[in-house]
């Protein structure tokens, strides 16, 4: 049964309902429930637990009523600056006279005289530059901020400069501090004696400490304002701005607040990180430099010079590198590479892969495979890591330069004319992608040619295409004379790197020169043809006894050269096929003698067994010859060579 529906008949309901009702009038309606709606008539007549009239425990509430929300209409305005753990200091006037301190101001630099001029009271404030600046907040109107400013241990405070009676300097900081300080313009109140006021206005003086009567009536808004200035205005100057309402009113005087913040921690914290990431980049760029070749290999028939700048001071050092490889033979490999990325760890991993760079040109691969190699292993040093890499081989007896890009720039070749040419095969993509066979490709390079190799940090901007560089570099590059050196420095001088570069730039300048008069003799070659039979290894003998005997070689090296292509022609003779061809070359350090011949499988040295009738040629040019080697040849065969070291004097 409901109840509720004959509640209003039972004895006594209707008063306790009336009492409930006056009594709901007068309290504050409660807000809306979270879902919107209201609770049931039935079930807010039940609100009373008890039943008997008594109103329901007031539910806590953190937020206090609306009548009791407090106000700053009391608030003293020196209590509220002395406790700013900042400094705060105001001035006024166009000499900036000192009108109020507050206590953490005086703690750091000691308590000044009111009325007195910053400029003789403050010293702090010209030695920090702040004058200048509360000058131009003055006239513009406009707050000015000064960051990180410093302030010496025991600094400014022992400045002497007018004081109160019986006031010591402050103690400074026991430890050199940070203040960013802001000025703003502000204006204060400054008396001017009238005629008396009304009475009317003598009473209104007299009531609470924001300037309001004790009977609530109003009150002119220039008495309040005198009230609340008073505490950062002298003294005399309160007391006489308070007296608006007898005989005195308040004009406008324009002032400067000066706050100081303490940024000690932030510039301390700021500066050890700057200090940590200096420390990471002398690092990684001190391993980057070991990394490189410390001494450029000089071929004897090229003119070699690289240069290697680190980007600038913001930017952590990268991967470029650069390598100069003497194959043998006369034979030179050039190698410029840039690993993605920078840092310690793309340092270390163009360290690795420098190393096995060398390591594979020992085995005299063409270009292409060394460039496969590398692919595999750059995927295994590190699978989320890619590099680009220009692995080039120069061969004097070809003049060309045979070459192998992997994502690298184009290599550029300027004829002795002055024609720029680009490297036009196409490269493959970077080292670490796998999946790519790549491919050899070849421009020319003969005497008086010059070819420069590059990283995109010559060329690219961040505002510029990089083909746009890489134009503005054959340009420079068209121009550039002087030795390989020089050329570096003016292609960097040219493309505007300095020392700031965001990026760092590795270049690799080559020359072939173009021998003439006294250097001339000391370069030939001579070939010999070789149509196999039993009449090749005497002939071969013969054809090198004679070459070297008409370039004046000693005996005993004119000996050792005769027996070394003598064996090499011996052992192409029966173990190679036709073609074969017996080449003789000098130069100014070095004889060298190659044999070449249409089979590809290379020697190998072995030792031979007393009872062996053959095997010993390759031990007996290992013994005699200052080093000696093999390789594939591009068409097909094999060239077997050695080397033997010119006296000196």
């Known amino acids: 049964m409901n109840f509720t529906r004959w509640s209003a008949r039972l004895p006594r309901t209707q008063r306790r309902n009336?009492?409930?009702?006056?009594?709901?009038?007068?309290?504050?309606k409660p807000a809306a429930t979270a879902g919107g709606g209201s609770v049931p008539a039935a079930r807010g007549e039940r609100a009373d637990p008890s039943g008997r009239g008594e109103p329901p425990a007031a539910a806590p509430s953190d937020a206090a009523p609306p009548d009791a929300v407090p106000t700053l209409d009391g608030l003293s305005v020196h209590d509220l600056l002395g406790q700013v753990p900042a400094l705060v200091a105001v001035v006024y006037g166009p000499e900036h006279r000192i009108a109020y301190l507050n206590d953490t101001y005086v703690e750091l630099f000691g308590s000044r005289a009111p009325g007195t001029p910053a400029r003789q009271a403050l010293p702090e404030l010209t030695e920090l530059g702040l004058l200048?600046?509360?000058?131009?907040?003055?006239?513009?109107?406009?707050?000015?901020?000064?960051?990180?400013?410093?302030v010496p241990a025991g600094g400014p405070a022992t400045t002497p400069g007018p004081r109160q009676e019986g006031a010591a300097p402050g103690p400074g900081r026991s430890r050199h501090g940070y203040y960013t300080f802001t000025c703003s313009p502000i204006e204060m109140a400054a008396p001017r004696v009238v005629a008396p006021a009304q009475p009317a206005d003598e009473r209104a003086g007299e009531g609470a400490v924001d300037g309001s009567p004790v009977d609530g009536s109003p009150v002119d808004g220039s008495i309040r304002e005198a009230a609340l200035r008073k505490d950062v205005m002298p003294e005399a100057v309160a007391t006489e701005a308070v007296a608006t309402a007898t005989g005195t009113v308040t004009e406008p005087v324009r002032g400067v607040l000066v706050f100081g913040a303490d940024v000690t921690d932030?510039?301390?914290?700021?500066?050890?990180?700057?200090a940590g990431e200096r420390l990471q980049r002398e690092a990684a760029v001190t391993l980057q430099r070991s990394l490189l070749p410390q001494e450029l290999e000089q071929p004897d028939d090229l003119r070699v010079a690289a240069t290697y700048q680190p980007g600038g001071t913001d930017a952590a050092v990268g991967g470029d590198w650069y390598d100069v490889i003497t194959l043998g033979a006369g034979r030179t490999a050039l190698v410029i590479g840039d690993v993605m990325g920078r840092g310690v760890r793309a340092a270390a991993v163009m360290g690795q892969l420098r190393t096995a760079v060398?390591?594979?040109?020992r085995l005299d691969l063409p270009p292409h495979e060394v460039l496969q190699l590398l692919d595999g292993l750059a995927a295994e040093i590190d699978p989320h890591q890619i590099a680009t890499c220009v692995y080039a081989v120069h061969d004097p007896n070809e003049n060309r330069l045979v070459y192998a890009s992997a994502g690298h720039l184009p290599i550029l070749v300027r004829d002795p004319d002055g024609t720029v040419r680009r490297a036009s095969e196409p490269t493959g993509p970077p080292l670490g992608t796998g999946g790519w066979l790549h491919t050899t490709g070849s421009v020319p390079l003969g005497p008086g040619a010059s070819a420069v190799l590059y990283t995109d940090g010559l060329v690219e901007r961040r505002d510029k295409d990089i083909y746009d560089g890489v134009a503005a570099l054959e340009r420079v590059f068209a121009g550039a004379t002087g030795s390989p050196q020089v050329m570096c420095d003016r292609l960097i001088r040219a493309l505007g790197i300095t020392a700031e570069h965001d990026d760092d730039v590795a270049v690799l300048v080559l020359q072939h020169p173009a021998r003439t008069g006294h250097d001339a003799e000391l370069f030939h070659n001579a070939a010999l043809e070789l149509l196999g039979g039993v009449e090749a290894a005497p002939r071969a003998r013969a054809f090198a006894s004679g070459v070297l005997a008409s370039w004046r070689f000693p005996m005993e090296l004119r000996d050792l050269g005769v027996l070394a292509a003598s064996e090499l022609v011996a052992n192409s003779l029966q173990h190679g096929t036709p073609p074969m061809r017996l080449r003789l070359r000098r130069t100014d350090r070095r004889l060298i003698i190659e044999v070449t011949d249409g089979d590809e499988h290379l020697p190998r040295r072995r030792r031979a067994e007393p009872v062996d009738e053959a095997g010993?040629?390759?031990?007996?040019?290992?013994?005699?010859?200052?080093?000696?080697?093999?390789?594939?040849?591009?068409?097909g065969g094999k060239a077997v060579w050695c080397e033997f070291a010119l006296p000196t004097g």
Do not use: F, H, N
């Open 616 to 635: 010993r040629g390759i031990s007996i040019i290992a013994t005699i010859a200052s080093s000696w080697g093999s390789r594939r040849t591009p068409g």
């Open 266 to 274: 932030q510039v301390e914290s700021a500066e050890r990180l700057r």
């Open 18 to 28: 009336a009492a409930r009702a006056d009594r709901g009038a007068r309290r504050p």
């Open 358 to 361: 060398r390591a594979y040109a």
């Open 132 to 150: 200048p600046l509360m000058d131009q907040v003055l006239r513009s109107g406009k707050p000015r901020t000064v960051k990180s400013r410093r």
